[in-house]
């Protein structure tokens, strides 16, 4: 089975409609990351998590929230999607300190109509 | 952030033909990674990479932390290959920032 699992792995909504992301892993990491990849770009951090009581905002949080109910799972949700919201979206998770190799879920495609 | 600049944008090669991918940095890093992301959309980890020189099978790294830089080689080209390469760096295992990727083509 896949060390990080993303559920949905499509999913297409409409404009104003709440949607959850899932992000579980299996490697025992504390760190965890929601990434979102628009077409011909890099990823652009949308939260990140260091452990279950410690949440930060990245690069692009606005219209995101996110809960880290688990050491082995970190959700992202859209309160109210919007149609720029349509991108690839990637969980990653890493250990702390030198050993901070991230790994990648499969990604998920979301589509706001 | 961290301004992270990959070159080439765009990358075409005949299968068997070498190439060199560059990731330069604007800030001290301490973490860096290179990633294949295969047409399909799946991130495949190449190299985890924050200083020195590493191979694996045709492909191998170098990063030169002092002077903001690193390079991907990809030797004898397949059209496995073909996809978009990524370099991340992060600094103190915080945030990372990626690159706009190489997108890499290898014809038969």
């Known amino acids: 089975d896949a060390d990080v699992t993303q559920t949905p792995r499509n999913r297409i909504t409409k404009t104003g409609k709440r949607i959850m992301l899932e992000c579980s892993q299996t490697k025992g990491h504390d760190r965890m990351y929601w990434y979102r990849q628009d077409p011909g770009l890099g990823l652009r951090l949308i939260y990140y998590s260091f452990d279950v009581k410690d949440i930060n905002k990245g690069e692009i949080s606005d219209g995101y929230s996110v809960s880290r109910q688990a050491q082995a799972k970190f959700s992202l949700s859209l309160e109210s999607a919007i149609p720029n919201q349509t991108a690839l979206y990637f969980c990653?998770?890493?250990?702390?300190?030198?050993?901070?190799?991230?790994?990648f879920g499969p990604g998920t495609r979301l589509t706001v109509l | 952030g961290i301004q992270v600049e990959q070159s080439p944008p765009d990358l075409i090669l005949q299968e068997g033909a070498n190439s060199t991918l560059r990731c330069n940095f604007s800030?001290?890093?301490?973490?860096l990674q290179w990633f294949h992301q295969n047409p399909w959309g799946q991130l495949i980890n190449l190299f985890y990479?924050?200083?020195g020189t590493k191979q694996n099978g045709r492909l191998s790294a170098t990063t030169v932390a002092t002077e903001r830089y690193s390079l991907l080689y990809i030797s004898s080209s397949q059209t496995t290959d073909s996809g978009v390469y990524f370099c991340a760096v992060s600094y103190n295992f915080n945030k990372f920032y990626f690159g706009s990727g190489t997108k890499l083509n290898v014809k038969p």
């Open positions: 800030d001290s890093v301490n973490n």
């Open positions: 990653a998770t890493s250990l702390a300190g030198v050993q901070g190799e991230q790994f």
């Open positions: 990479i924050p200083s």
